[in-house]
């Protein structure tokens, strides 16, 4: 069965940290492209950092030099370490795994872990 599963979701005052996990199973986890995506109420899912199967990350500027992503091949699991957290980053965040397919890229998705940054 193909499943990602976040955890690590929560609800934490400003500047404080996080560190969310997504665990997969039922794929070749070493050779999908692994995304954190975000979704705060009213506002359009935003992709927020991605690591590679080689390793190579990129980040939104929203989040750049704050939250670090990173993976462990041996477990299946893609972490998202989230510093200095803001209001702003309130949201629910979603693990996506992207790999390329014959015709079209191949995604799943997880089912999210909110996380709530308030004072």
């Known amino acids: 069965q193909v499943q990602l599963v976040e955890s690590g979701g929560g609800l934490v005052q400003p500047g404080e940290s996080l560190r969310l996990s997504c665990a997969a199973s039922?794929?070749?986890?070493?050779?999908?492209?692994m995304i954190w995506y975000r979704q705060a109420p009213g506002k359009q899912r935003e992709l927020v950092a991605g690591?590679?199967?080689?390793?190579?990350?990129n980040y939104s500027d929203s989040v750049k030099g704050r939250f670090t992503i990173s993976r462990d091949n041996a477990k299946n699991k893609v972490y998202l370490e989230m510093n200095s957290l803001k209001p702003e980053d309130t949201a629910v965040y979603y693990c996506?795994?992207?790999?390329?397919?014959?015709?079209?890229?191949?995604?799943?998705w997880g089912q999210g872990t909110l996380v709530t940054v308030s004072s």
């Open positions: 996506n795994a992207k790999v390329p397919g014959i015709s079209e890229y191949i995604e799943v």
């Open positions: 039922g794929i070749i986890f070493s050779i999908y492209t």
């Open positions: 690591i590679t199967s080689g390793g190579t990350t």
